[in-house]
């Protein structure tokens, strides 16, 4: 299930080396999305490149039959496939879903457990003491999932939840029909409720060689260094100690390290005023942040914007 929930549900790809570039003497070639890569690493690790490459392979396109692309506001991705030996059965048609476990969670109602089956996520579950940091999860199957997302955050680490949903055809063909008939994406995101988690990865991702010496160099010509990243709060704030950009001190204000939800809502978002016309006599608007006190304040101290869109790093600059 591992296997297939990523190398499925991926734009990363696998190729045989042609021998193109000498520099590169692996047998096999990755490419696409870098964290899909490191993911895809594990599974080489485990089966080998062509093992990967015809595990892939076992799905053949007309068994596709919808694809939900990753953007940065929807923190995920699915692919919707279909299994001709299940035809007529209630499992013939099975979502794959993996992204953000903080965003994920939310549309998760079950999870794989060790022996296999499958728990409601609400279910009470002894939790290890070696992973059990997080103070705000409880012993459930929630909280266990949730404190090992944190505890990986506090190595610096990102993750990726690995869901999936089971459905009939019936069943597939009626939330179409329901749905504008999937015409367009956010059409499709009825398909990515009630999931199954089935695991978390946790991904390494080093910071460059010469970076705490670049950073203290801003420092030295007193630039500030704000980080806008899409990770979550926790791995945000870890990669920006590593990183020398925010303090352990620095951390402990309230608006040094904030999500940009949290940062859109303290400042109000942006505004529209009018600064005159066109030619043609149409308004011509100026985008201003709604509560520039606000964002005055938080602006002396922001060091971290995690879990930011594009648009929050708009707001973050329009307000600079």
């Given amino acids: 299930m591992f296997v297939k929930g990523i190398l499925w549900n991926s734009t990363a790809r696998i190729e045989v080396n042609d021998g193109s570039d000498p520099q590169v003497t692996s047998p096999f070639v990755l490419r696409g999305n870098v964290t899909e890569q490191g993911i895809f690493k594990f599974f080489m690790a485990q089966i080998g490149g062509q093992g990967c490459i ?6 053949e396109e007309d068994n596709i039959l919808s694809i939900i692309s990753f953007t940065s506001g929807r923190k995920r991705a699915s692919i919707v496939v279909k299994d001709p030996s299940k035809e007529g ?32 996520i609400d279910d009470e579950v002894e939790i290890p003491e070696s992973i059990n940091c997080d103070p705000e999860a409880d012993g459930t ?10 505890k990986f955050a506090m190595k610096s680490y990102r993750t990726l939840l690995v869901t999936y949903k089971d459905m009939s055809m019936a069943e597939y063909e009626e939330l179409k029909a329901e749905n504008n008939d999937f015409e367009k994406e956010s059409d499709k995101e009825c398909l990515e409720q009630g999931l199954t988690a089935v695991g978390i990865f946790g991904l390494q991702d080093p910071l460059r060689p010469g970076i705490v010496e670049s950073i203290q160099k801003c420092r030295d010509a007193h630039i500030t260094v704000i980080m806008c ?39 109000g978002g942006l505004k529209k005023i009018p600064i005159g016309q ?17 964002f005055r304040e938080i602006k002396k101290h922001l060091r971290v914007l995690a879990r930011s869109s594009p648009e929050d790093k708009y707001l973050l600059c329009t307000g600079i």
């Fill in 54 to 59: 015809d595990k892939i392979k076992e799905l």
């Fill in 89 to 120: 059965e209630d499992d013939e048609v099975r979502v794959w879903c993996k992204g953000a476990p903080d965003v994920l969670l939310e549309y998760t109602t079950g999870v794989i457990c060790q022996d296999g089956s499958v728990a409601d």
């Fill in 229 to 267: 990243t899409g990770d979550n709060i926790d791995t945000a704030i870890a990669i920006s100690k590593d990183a020398t950009i925010v303090t352990e001190e620095e951390c402990q204000h309230p608006y040094s390290c904030m999500t940009g939800k949290d940062f859109r809502e303290a400042v």
């Fill in 141 to 150: 199957q929630r909280g266990l999932l949730m404190n090992t997302v944190k």
């Fill in 278 to 294: 066109d030619k043609d006599g149409n308004p011509i608007e100026k985008d201003l942040v709604a509560n520039m006190k606000k």
